[in-house]
């Protein structure tokens, strides 16, 4: 254990905790000390990356909760501080697409299911709004703590074929900013809210989407994607966590209401 950031003994809570990218940064904040809680709607997939960080010597539990429901997240919200105490940040990391929310040959914008679109915008958005209630009003008495949302490149240029994803990811960066203010404006400056803006990284989500399942290989959109980012590459889990690190520390305690790209430079490339 290190404490180069100053988060010894902090409490860290992570919604979609079990997945890929938030697994990694909950291991990144157990190893500066801070006691991690992972929540996920998968108890189970908690559980497993919180066993694996007390095996490496941190403290970390699993707790299960829908981020779509109130009560579930609030719920959440009082095992945490039960077990471990208040949670002095809040990382937003539940989301995602669906499948019949995205545009291909055989399913035209015009089709979408409306219901499916529903789903991608209320997972991504108020997945994000309502745990940032649950934990923000404790924030808020205790006037002083870190949200960090994760919000997508898409947020800044819609990507073809995930319409209702690009959508939400773009109203999860312009609640991060409203929050910003309200926060510090109602409640006091040390509660600071920023979000994270990925490029492309693999995931269970997309891994085949992005490469090919039985080779490996690119496949057409993969190939774009890296022909598109600078640095050549997807992201990998260890991208995200310099980045984290530093926006949940005392070391960024004048910035809010930033969206940080963390994304190779596919933002700053035109393709030209």
Known sequence: MTDNWGLARKVAAITGGGGVLCSAIGKALAAQGARVALIDVRPEAAEREADAIRRAGGT????????????????????????????????????????????????????????????????????????????????????????LSISSMNAFRPLTRIPAYSAAKAAVSNFTQWLAVHMAQEYGPAIRVNALAPGFFLTEQNRFLLTDEKTGALTPRGKSIIDHTPVGRFGEPPDLIGATLFLVSEHARFITGVVLPVDGGFSAYSGV
């Open 60 to 147: 970390a539990i699993g707790v299960a909760a829908n981020v779509l429901d109130q009560s579930s997240v609030f719920k959440a919200r009082e095992a945490i501080e039960k077990a471990l105490g208040p949670a002095d940040i809040l990382i937003n990391g539940a989301g995602g697409n669906k499948k019949e929310a995205t545009t291909s040959p055989d399913l035209s914008f015009f089709a979408l299911p409306p219901d499916a679109i529903r789903w991608v915008l209320e997972l991504n958005v108020l997945g994000t709004m309502i745990p940032c209630q649950a934990f923000g009003a404790s924030m808020a008495e205790r006037k002083q703590g870190v949200i």
